[in-house]
């Protein structure tokens, strides 16, 4: 067994195959050289100096798998069952691709010093004096990854705009009712947002804006979204997605015999959704795996139909998110947005398919029940805030 990237999908998957029995070699090949460790705490404690790593916590010598750390896959050879690496060709029998994804980078800014990304440890540890710095901070949109950097900055004393290319904050996540009561957010933590703006190009101490205005920046943090790593997969004959992500089958295997896939590289199709999902969240590189070792090692087919699960902290909320709202023909609010502790509910018929929760992680966990058990409920009491939400039960 081989495992192609060392985040939270393939340490999972090198895990979760010795629990669930395999006994053969397991190598795992990360391109850092660190040891693997977890992401969601870079743009948290580790950036603030809290923590000095994220190490996953797992004793991977007595589980028996290697780990190939600092060694870059670059190419795969299914005829001959090997991955091309700069140190040779490794074999496999069964090979797992968890690469993950890559930040886009915005174009132009490669090379500008105080242009900054943050996805890996060292992204986190070149940030770290930037923010002990107090420097006049520009971040380049307003996501996820946009917002949790902001807070940390704030926290950390810097002044700090936010520039987004949309009409608001989330705008490729979120629908534009739901996510607008989010840009509040901003101004009450001491950050600017601007929307309707865009890069004109990025100078020594300097934003250029479309508009000609000009934005002070002792640092730039670039953060507008992430696309599956595999750009070395080319000429594989791996089928990829229109957004480049390995288009695994509902047992997350590839096109290829002997090769499956998992993580943010991948996505599947969702027999719950009806449609194929892409999704670049932590809780999905934790699922996956175990599908991935169940197909690998069982007799049974294992489908993969997950209730997509995500996180996010900024400006002092827990924001969380379960399901996917695109088929949804009903919207419902659960308390007011101008309140600290709110939730919005996305129905289908009478049954919930997704559900935000703002400050309630109650709402979040008997709402994602429901959306896996598909209860039908009552949309009236789903909307009544003072009541939990398994009383809406029908």
């Given at each position: 067994m081989v495992v192609v990237g060392a985040g939270m999908a393939g340490v999972q998957?090198?895990?979760?195959?010795?629990?669930?029995?395999?006994?053969?070699?397991?190598?795992?090949?990360?391109?850092?050289?660190?040891?693997?460790?977890d992401r969601p705490p870079l743009s948290k404690a580790v950036l603030l100096g809290k923590a000095e790593g994220s190490a996953f916590d797992v004793d991977f010598e007595a589980l028996g798998i290697e780990v190939?750390?600092?060694?870059?896959?670059?190419?795969l050879r299914p005829a001959d069952h090997e991955l091309d690496t700069a140190e040779g060709p490794v074999p496999y029998d069964v090979l797992v691709l968890a690469t993950g994804a890559e930040p886009i980078r915005l174009p132009g800014a490669d090379g500008i010093p105080g242009v900054h990304l943050l996805r890996t440890l060292d992204d986190a540890e070149?940030?770290?004096?930037?923010?002990?710095?107090?420097?006049?901070?520009?971040?380049?949109?307003?996501?996820?990854?946009?917002?949790?950097?902001?807070?940390?900055?704030?926290e950390a004393g810097c002044a700090v705009t936010v520039v987004e290319a949309a009409d608001r904050p989330l705008a490729g996540a979120l629908p534009a009712e739901v996510a607008a009561?989010?840009?509040?957010?901003?101004?009450?933590?001491?950050?600017?947002?601007?929307?309707?703006a865009r890069v004109k190009h990025i100078e020594p101490g300097e934003v250029?804006?479309?508009?000609?205005?000009?934005?002070?920046?002792?640092?730039?943090?670039v953060g507008i979204g992430a696309r599956p790593a595999t750009a070395w997969l080319t000429g594989s004959g791996i089928e990829l997605g229109a957004h480049r992500e390995?288009?695994?089958?509902?047992?997350?295997?590839?096109?290829?015999?002997?090769?499956y896939a998992v993580g943010d590289c991948a996505s599947f199709p969702s027999g719950r959704y009806g449609e194929r999902l892409l999704v670049h969240h932590w809780d999905n590189a934790l699922q996956g795996p175990r599908t991935v070792a169940a197909n690998i090692v069982g007799e049974t087919p294992a489908v993969y139909d997950p209730v997509p699960y995500f996180w996010s902290e900024q400006f002092g909320r827990f924001v969380q998110y379960a399901g996917h709202h695109a088929s949804a023909d009903t919207t419902l609010w659960r308390g007011d947005p101008a309140t600290p502790a709110w939730s919005v509910c996305w129905l289908r018929g009478d049954r919930l398919v997704a559900l935000l929760a703002v400050g309630r992680p109650r709402d979040l966990a008997q709402g994602r029940r429901l959306i896996e058990s598909a209860t039908p409920v009552d949309p009236a009491l789903l909307a009544d805030a003072s009541l939990p939400m398994k009383a809406a039960i029908a």
């Open positions: 998957t090198a895990v979760a195959l010795r629990e669930q029995g395999f006994t053969g070699t397991v190598t795992l090949i990360g391109a850092e050289p660190h040891q693997p460790y190939q750390l600092g060694r870059e896959v670059v190419g070149r940030l770290r004096p930037v923010l002990a710095r107090q420097h006049d901070i520009v971040v380049v949109g307003a996501g996820w990854i946009g917002a949790e950097f902001a807070t940390a900055a704030r009561p989010m840009a509040a957010w901003y101004a009450a933590a001491g950050a600017t947002l601007r929307t309707h250029v804006l479309d508009d000609g205005s000009r934005l002070p920046a002792g640092a730039v943090v390995v288009l695994a089958d509902d047992g997350l295997r590839t096109s290829v015999p002997d090769v």
